[in-house]
């Protein structure tokens, strides 16, 4: 079992800044992309942002230049820098991570319990 437990939402002015944070603890060999994802209230949940254990990012067109995603391999955390937040990203930010067990079964995809971010004046 490997589990991912995020923090750092909020309440947010418009124009204002949050981090979030994502550890992931348990049985891991290697962690190869870990991700944020969103969900606004009656929208379907979407990638924000990924990184891989190589380093290579890709974020949601809505994001790039505001948003920045890095990780921690030693500590098998990911982070996620939002800057310039607008009202529409307001949603539940959801962490993702797949990658290879140290046990049985080998493989994993594992999600967090998702965090509220709303951005209002």
């Known amino acids: 079992q490997v589990q991912l437990v995020e923090s750092g939402g909020g309440l947010v002015q418009p124009g204002g800044s949050l981090r979030l944070s994502c550890a992931a603890s348990g049985s891991i060999a290697v962690i190869y992309t870990m991700a944020w994802h969103r969900q606004a209230p009656g929208k379907p949940r979407e990638l924000v942002a990924s990184v891989t254990n190589a380093g290579t990012t890709n974020y949601a067109d809505a994001v790039k230049g505001r948003f920045t995603i890095s990780r921690d391999n030693g500590q098998n955390t990911v982070y996620l820098q939002m800057n310039t937040l607008k009202p529409e990203d307001t949603a539940v930010y959801y962490c993702?991570?797949?990658?290879?067990?140290?046990?049985?079964?080998?493989?994993?995809?594992?999600w967090g319990q998702g965090t509220q971010v709303t951005v209002s004046s």
């Open positions: 993702n991570a797949d990658g290879r067990r140290g046990s049985s079964p080998p493989y994993f995809n594992s």
